[in-house]
């Protein structure tokens, strides 16, 4: 069957223009859709929040043609600090150290949704909706028919493979009746710009504290991005405190190691919770990023999850032009399930496994943590097994990870 589109992105934001980034070059009709205007303040894909790029990411994005744009946006991670915020424990990683250039990048959210959304609007095979929302579904054995809403009309498309990355609270998932696994931390992340008196030398700290952790990212021209992670009653009170009453909480609860923060930008409130899609696949169908995982902040995982998605499933799809086999296989959605299940777990649990470890006051636990943070520091071959693994480099890697071309 002809149809309107070979591969229809439901959500515009990091994940699924990324995926249309990487298949622009393809000879297939590409369409994505997006519910919020890219210029809206409330679009969560496009604010100043600094997201952690691994090492494996940055190959991605290099490898679809983008990290050129973004480089002289990007600060990169030459250190790594670790503490518990009361306690013994210490991590710290240097790049130095570990033979590499840097252990990541920070760049800030709406620098890289703007080159996305910049690449997708002016590729001549994709299609870009917005804003607009998704009426109804009907999966058929070889398609996927879409009722697509913009403003008070209703434009009907069909698909051969429908992609849902709209997010955590994704629509697309429940009407494809694709179950999940909610957690609830009462946690909220509050993220703002901050500028220390002490210059960050492009370090990253992240803080654990018994109500969740503090993470302060080198940014430029010597800002640190904040994301402050705290009870959800907590959090409200300090989304309204002032300026420089929220300073003084954010200087007792970090320490003076950058001395006082001196200035700061606007602040932002999200939710933390742990949502697992039950399925990835389906017929005609691929669910990718926060729709198929959203998971807690205390690892800066969510986005280089989401990439190392895109890079398989991109793969995958690349292949199965070259072979002239459908991009809606069975065969190749179970593939692409199969790939990513064992990175998912391990993220999920080792996300998952640090708010249970480090946010509570059981004496038993702050011992052993801080006993195997030690551990860490002074063990290199234990520090470099965590740094690969946090830098996108374990397991079986896709070609982008590996630095191939689709």
């Known amino acids: 069957m002809q149809t309107d589109f070979d591969c229809l992105i439901i959500g515009g934001g990091l994940i699924g223009t990324g995926l249309a980034c990487a298949l622009r070059d393809q000879p297939l009709k590409l369409g994505v859709i997006e519910a919020i205007p890219t210029t809206a303040d409330v679009q969560p894909s496009y604010d100043d929040r600094g997201l952690g790029v691994a090492p494996a990411s940055q190959r991605i994005l290099q490898g679809i043609g ?3 744009q973004l480089k002289d946006e990007a600060t990169p991670i030459k250190k790594i600090h670790i503490t518990d915020r009361g306690h013994f424990g210490a991590t710290r990683i240097s790049a130095e150290k570990l033979g590499v250039d840097q252990l990541g990048h920070i760049v800030i959210g709406r620098a890289l949704g703007a080159t996305l959304q910049n690449t997708i609007t002016s590729s001549d095979n994709t299609e870009f909706i917005c804003p607009a929302t998704i009426a109804a579904i009907e999966n058929n054995s070889d398609h996927i028919k879409v009722d697509i809403k913009q403003a008070e009309n209703i434009r009907t498309v069909t698909t051969r493979l429908l992609i849902a990355a709209d997010g955590g609270q994704s629509q697309v998932r429940a009407m494809l009746g694709v179950s999940t696994e909610n957690k609830e931390y009462d946690q909220t992340a509050i993220v703002s710009n901050v500028t220390p008196e002490i210059p960050h030398e492009n370090t990253a700290f992240e803080r654990f504290t018994s109500t969740g952790p503090l993470a302060l990212l080198p940014s430029s021209d010597q800002r640190c991005v904040v994301v402050w992670t705290t009870k959800t009653d907590q959090a409200d009170m300090l989304m309204q405190l002032s300026e420089t009453d929220y ?10 190691r950058l001395g006082k923060f001196i200035k700061m930008g606007q602040r932002r409130s999200y939710p933390m919770r742990l949502i697992k899609a039950n399925q990835l ?9 926060n729709a198929a995982h ?7 995982q969510g986005l280089n999850l989401g990439l190392r998605d895109i890079a398989q499933l991109a793969e995958l799809i690349v292949d199965a032009i070259k072979t002239e086999k459908p991009i809606n296989s069975t065969e190749l959605l179970e593939s692409y399930a199969q790939s990513r299940q064992r990175d998912h777990q391990q993220v999920i649990r080792f996300s998952d ?3 249970k470890l480090f946010y509570n006051d059981n004496p038993f636990l702050i011992t052993f943590r801080n006993l195997a943070m030690l551990g860490i520091d002074h063990f290199p071959p234990a520090k470099r ?3 690969k693994r946090a830098m996108g480099l374990a397991g079986e890697p896709s070609r982008l990870v590996r630095g191939l071309p689709l």
């Open 385 to 387: 097994v965590l740094s």
């Open 66 to 68: 983008l990290w050129d």
């Open 247 to 256: 300073l003084d909480q954010l200087g007792e609860r970090f320490g003076h």
């Open 353 to 355: 496994g640090l708010t």
């Open 281 to 289: 696949v389906g017929p005609n169908f691929a669910i990718l990023g």
């Open 294 to 300: 959203t998971i807690h902040p205390n690892a800066a």
